[in-house]
């Protein structure tokens, strides 16, 4: 029915404490969705509340690489089965209600989801396609969880609803390894010297020599006059110096402005020659 799927990401998850509840899903491909959702964050705990269809071709397919998520998914006939053995159960709910029900944004629910889950298993429920969870199910709850979207077209997908969630539970996960924000999944690599980079940063004297040889093209070129300079290499060097140049970049540029000065200089020879030998012409 389907290509196997290569395993989740290994023991340093906890997908297994957390399980992704759908009830009652009309359309088996976001079934499917929803796996490809989990897995992308390093979650496989995937429960269906009476599918109106499942297994099959369609939530496999959109299910791409994650049908190890679908192979192993427990199918149950209530809410109640899939919630009995949890200490923490969250609903997503999208609205209000006239008894107040303690709510929590995504990143809160994650960080209660993940502190539960040292406890015993923790289910996040998601409703039907079309009307969500009924107030029944909704007080089955410990907690509802509101994704704050636009309120003018507030309806999410199923799939990205439980993207929305597993992301922040993944982010969660993250921060939590040693070295909190400093954990390398997290840590940003923007420029030269930043952990990852191919390249070491450009040292001063070699960056200012780019700037003399910059400069010196330019009067080349008759772009630029030492005598009226205009602030023209004030702001180049204000360019260069904040895209923080490595070595590597440096040298390609350096070579790009030798080029220049060649094809410049065998520009300038040839429209020489021509003049002379015009000259000569004329004499003759």
């Not at 976001?30 to 390093?42: D, E, F, L, T, Y």
């Not at 200012?208 to 093209?217: A, C, M």
Request: include cysteine; aromatic fraction near 6%; charge should be negative.
């Amino acid at each position: 029915m389907h290509k196997p799927a290569k395993p989740l990401e290994g023991p340093d998850t906890y997908n297994d404490q957390i399980r992704i509840v759908l009830v009652e899903t009309s359309h088996s491909g976001n079934i499917g969705a929803v796996a490809r959702a989990m897995k992308n964050m390093g979650l496989g705990n995937l429960w269906l509340v009476n599918p109106v269809s499942f297994p099959d071709e369609a939530s496999y397919a959109r299910a791409a690489g994650a049908s190890d998520i679908l192979d192993k998914a427990t199918v149950v006939s209530t809410l109640d089965e899939a919630i009995a053995d949890c200490v923490c159960v969250m609903g997503t709910s999208a609205r209000g209600r006239k008894v107040p029900w303690p709510v929590i944004a995504p990143p809160g629910a994650a960080a209660k989801a993940s502190q539960q889950s040292e406890a015993g298993q923790v289910a996040l429920v998601f409703g039907r396609e079309n009307h969500g969870l009924s107030n029944e199910e909704l007080q089955r709850c410990h907690f509802h969880i509101h994704i704050p979207s636009n309120p003018d077209y507030s309806s999410l997908n199923l799939a990205m609803a439980v993207q929305v969630m597993c992301y922040e539970l993944r982010m969660h996960y993250l921060k939590g390894l040693e070295g909190g924000d400093g954990s390398p999944y997290l840590k940003p690599m923007m420029a030269p010297g930043d952990e990852g980079w191919d390249v070491p940063p450009a040292p001063v004297r070699d960056v200012e020599g780019f700037f003399s040889h910059l400069e010196q093209v330019l009067v080349d070129v008759d772009f630029h006059r030492r005598d009226n300079p205009r602030q023209l290499m004030t702001r180049l060097r204000r360019l260069f110096q904040r895209a923080g140049l490595d070595q590597m970049e440096i040298n390609i540029l350096r070579g790009i402005l030798t080029a220049v000065q060649k094809s410049a200089g065998a520009a300038e020879t040839a429209k020489n020659t021509s003049k002379a030998g015009s000259t000569a012409g004329e004499q003759e």
